[in-house]
């Protein structure tokens, strides 16, 4: 059925610890898992259980193929196929059959298999230009509701004769959904906290049921869990992976014809699974930030012309740090990198409509940095040495602190208008806002001078990467453009040698210009001056390649992998 791609020389390099960098989860010795009462511990089981269950729901998401080509090279392996053995390290790391590394190359693990911009979410056949075909045509003819329901965030699309057909998640998966429904059931059933099994009943609920409303319930109680809360579930729906769906408004003739039918395009979540257990003393610090967000509300640019998730005098926001048992689906998908934290839910999410707050889940595993000694070659490559000593991982956390929180502020509606650029323009403004409010939160006594100076350092030479990102990685794709924004304005500079500098003094003031511009063109909510601003910024430098050509010296990794000491014990 299946040919493999990758020559048994290119897989040996890519699976050698050299070349795939292991993330590892907690096992049954860590303090926080051995600290759980009985009833927890029987709840982090099923939880597991239902996140397994859910993976499958995503591997079909991201290509039709996978699930057969996972069994392939499971049965391939089995046989003492070696080739196949390594190609399933991959596929397990990379959670597919097809994925980019870590410098920007399309890995492909099985011959003449390729990956469209619509994934798993729609026939892998179906073009742009036909896809906005079929859409005028069924809008012409008044198939309005059939052409929502290809639009939505919850939807599969098939072929139906010459025209497409959305079918809602929870009943293209009814059998996967209703599984892990019964698992966070029994769950919730063990678990000591009364609040996070309510949560558990209400996304049973939303898994079983086709209603965006059930959705809206259990993202509203999720995003209020805080106090007492022991165990951490979260079934995340993000948009990164759909660059199909978006296109739709880059159609003129049908842009009109979605405007006077009142159908917003809404691109496919991918659904990722994050589960672990609540780390006390990292939450606590995480919690100090919390009394300035409203507060730094004030200070968004425009504040006056939009609805923000968070005002001032508003507190809807919780935070959590996680010590995590397992990341499946989207969540642990290593694609050229893997989220540190997230702040959820999303603008596009119903709960945010009934009155919901949001909530950022911070990952520690994810963050930890092991080995210092690379660490130390890449900053002696890069990074002007007098700038070492501000160079500082704890920064780092600190400076993710600041995005996530940022990602509430700002318009809360419109965003969909700006296509594919919304999530790259998100991302953008989150980094931009983070650096731009330092000064303000020295001010308030968040930071010191010296911790304003290593998060500064830390974000600058951070954004520089090993290779120049395709358009559709939005997180990387910011990185170049905000480096490009930042050599621009004399901010960052890089000299002959392929080394890093700073200007202390303009790093803040130019955030708050980049922030100025992003927010203006989210307030506009035009797809034109969206590209443009991409155009303009999104330039992979000569700067940028010195310091690239030094990376790829220092550091060899390709692919990366989460390792999952506690869940493979559960679950065995």
């Known amino acids: ?325 397992a990341l499946y689906g989207d969540e642990g998908a290593y694609r050229g990198g893997i989220t540190v934290a997230q702040n959820l839910p999303n603008n596009d999410k119903l709960s945010l409509t009934i009155g919901g707050g949001r909530r950022n889940v911070y990952h520690r595993q994810i963050r930890e940095i092991k080995d210092k000694d690379k660490l130390q070659k890449r900053l002696d490559a890069t990074l002007d040495k007098s700038l070492h000593k501000y160079f500082d991982a704890e920064a780092s956390h600190k400076f993710t602190i600041g995005h996530e929180n940022v990602h509430s502020l700002g318009p809360k509606n419109g965003t969909e208008a700006l296509g594919k650029y919304k999530n790259i323009i998100e991302e953008n403004k989150a980094d931009m806002g983070s650096m731009a409010f330092l000064d303000i939160l020295v001010k308030e006594g968040m930071y010191t001078e010296e911790e304003k100076k290593q998060i500064i350092v830390t974000f600058c030479a951070g954004n520089f990467m090993k290779s120049e990102p395709p358009i559709s990685q939005a997180h990387r794709v910011r990185s170049v453009m905000q480096t490009k924004y930042f050599l621009d304005h004399g901010a960052v500079s890089v000299d002959e040698n392929g080394l890093i500098h700073v200007d202390m003094d303009k790093v803040v003031p130019t955030a708050m210009k980049m922030l100025e511009e992003i927010v203006r063109i989210q307030i506009d909510r035009d797809f034109n001056k969206a590209e443009d601003y991409i155009n303009r910024n999104f330039v992979w430098t000569d700067e940028m390649e010195r310091v690239a050509k030094k990376l790829r010296t220092t550091d060899l990794e390709l692919n990366g992998r989460v390792e999952y000491p506690l869940a493979d014990e559960l679950l065995k």
């Open 1 to 325: 059925m299946f040919e493999l791609n990758l020559s048994e020389e290119e897989l040996k390099k890519r699976t050698d610890k050299t070349y795939l960098l292991t993330k590892t989860m907690i096992s049954s010795e860590h303090e926080s898992y051995k600290n759980l009462s009985d009833g927890d511990k029987e709840a982090l089981l099923h939880l597991l259980t239902a996140g397994k269950i859910l993976e499958d729901v995503y591997l079909r998401q991201d290509n039709e193929k996978n699930k057969d080509f996972k069994k392939f090279l499971e049965d391939e392996t089995a046989k003492g196929n070696e080739l196949a053995r390594l190609s399933l390290i991959l596929f397990n790391a990379q959670k597919g059959m097809s994925a980019i590394d870590r410098e920007s190359n399309m890995v492909y693990l099985a011959k003449g298999e390729t990956s469209s911009d619509g994934k798993g979410f729609y026939p892998s056949d179906l073009t742009k230009e036909e896809f906005h075909t079929i859409l005028i045509k069924m809008l012409k003819e008044g198939k309005t509701g059939e052409v929502k329901n290809i639009l939505t965030q919850r939807s599969m699309v098939v072929r139906d004769g010459e025209y497409l057909k959305g079918i809602d998640y929870t009943e293209f998966f009814k059998d996967e959904f209703s599984k892990a429904a019964d698992e966070l059931e029994i769950a919730a059933k063990t678990s000591t906290n009364k609040d996070f099994n309510e949560y558990l009943t209400l996304q049973a609920n939303a898994l079983r049921n086709n209603d965006p409303m059930l959705d809206a319930y259990a993202d509203k109680k999720w995003a209020e869990l805080q106090e007492d809360a022991v165990l951490e579930f979260t079934i995340s729906r993000e948009q990164y992976a759909d660059m199909l769906t978006g296109t739709v408004i880059e159609n003129e003739e049908l842009k009109k014809l979605l405007e006077d039918n009142g159908i917003e395009p809404l691109s496919k979540d991918s659904i990722g699974i994050r589960i672990g257990i609540i780390n006390k003393k990292g939450t606590e610090n995480l919690l100090k930030i919390k009394k300035y967000i409203p507060m730094l509300a004030g200070y968004m640019p425009f504040k006056e012309e939009y609805e923000q998730n968070i005002t001032e005098g508003d507190d809807k926001q919780t935070m959590v740090d996680v010590d995590l048992a």
